[in-house]
């Protein structure tokens, strides 16, 4: 029996030396966020109060070569929201796998302008028109500076449910940098359609400015369709203001013009605030969009007031 006693604390001993170059960290962060919405008058939203919760899950670890591998998980409401995996190797920049993030590419720049709050198109029914994205389920990525000069690219080897009938794939690329001390950025990207040839060419293109508190920004977006008369093209501007280190205002308007010439403008606005205090987050935006969809006198907007905490 004591000998059977030695053997399993040998045993255990062991297992703990050889699993101790393995040692990594996993923690865990949550939000609890109170939020009440009000829509736009012809629309049925039931009761304006609701509340959200979030817990997310990273992880990281070091590898012999130095380099370090990163895992996220976010949870929504106790249902999957996101998940990510990423190899830092230093200098060489950043490898990535993205299940619902649009960590990478062109996603990752759909609206860099700045806001306290939501982009000027969010929760509005015209939402999706003019921005450039492409699938954030099961895409590659990959992240990195060089000299300056900032490059972010994503791959989604199938973009669409029937791949035999589909595009192959979605790329994008976006390079990035500093110039004269603004920020400036251009993306490509090339989306997957439903049928072969269909595919989608994605252009995006901004530049944000700081000074003090002040910060502007312009960017422009080009989709270009294959169908005929499809092609959607977003301009959008937007400032923001720090009044101090826990309070910032923001104010943003964008247009989004269609090829069809039975389409008009689509002309989006919104205001955004958010108050700051430790773990505590007050906030609200307002977004209002007229001719929605390029159809003449179709109108939507949201009024948000939230209150989110973070763990």
């Known amino acids: 029996m004591t000998n059977m006693k030695k053997l399993g604390l040998t045993a255990l001993a062991g297992s703990l030396v050889a699993t101790s170059g393995f040692a ?150 976006v390079f990035s940098g500093e110039v004269g001390g603004a920020n400036v950025f251009l993306g490509i990207g090339d989306k997957a359609g439903a049928t072969v040839n269909t595919g989608t060419d994605l252009t995006t293109a901004g530049v944000t400015y700081t000074a003090g508190a002040v910060t502007v920004g312009f960017q422009t977006t080009s989709i270009d369709a294959s169908a005929a008369n499809s092609d959607v093209d977003r301009n959008h501007v937007a400032a923001s203001f720090a009044v101090n280190e826990n309070l910032s205002i923001s104010y943003g308007m964008s247009t989004v013009e269609f090829e069809s010439n039975a389409k008009v403008d689509q002309e989006d606005s919104g205001v955004a605030v958010s108050y700051t205090m430790g773990s505590m987050t007050l906030g609200a935006f307002m977004n209002k969009s007229d001719d929605v969809g390029g159809t003449s006198a179709a109108e939507d907007s949201v009024t948000e007031v939230s209150l989110a905490f973070a763990f």
């Open 24 to 173: 990594g960290e996993l923690s865990v962060s949550g939000t609890a966020k109170l939020t009440y919405v009000s829509q736009h008058e012809s629309e049925v939203t039931g009761n304006p109060f609701s509340m959200s919760q979030g817990i997310g899950f990273s992880g990281s670890g070091d590898l012999d070569n130095g380099m370090t591998i990163n895992y996220g998980y976010t949870m929504t409401d106790a249902a999957f929201s996101s998940s990510t995996l990423k190899l830092d190797m230093g200098d060489m920049g950043t490898l990535s796998y993205s299940d619902g993030a649009g960590s990478t590419g062109i996603s990752a720049y759909d609206d860099k302008m700045p806001t306290a709050g939501e982009e000027v198109w969010d929760d509005l029914d015209g939402q999706a028109n003019g921005i450039a994205t492409i699938s954030n389920k099961g895409t590659l990525g990959y992240a990195g500076t060089f000299s300056g000069v900032g490059v972010s690219i994503s791959y989604n080897p199938d973009d669409a449910a029937a791949p035999a009938t589909t595009s192959e794939s979605s790329k994008s690329v």
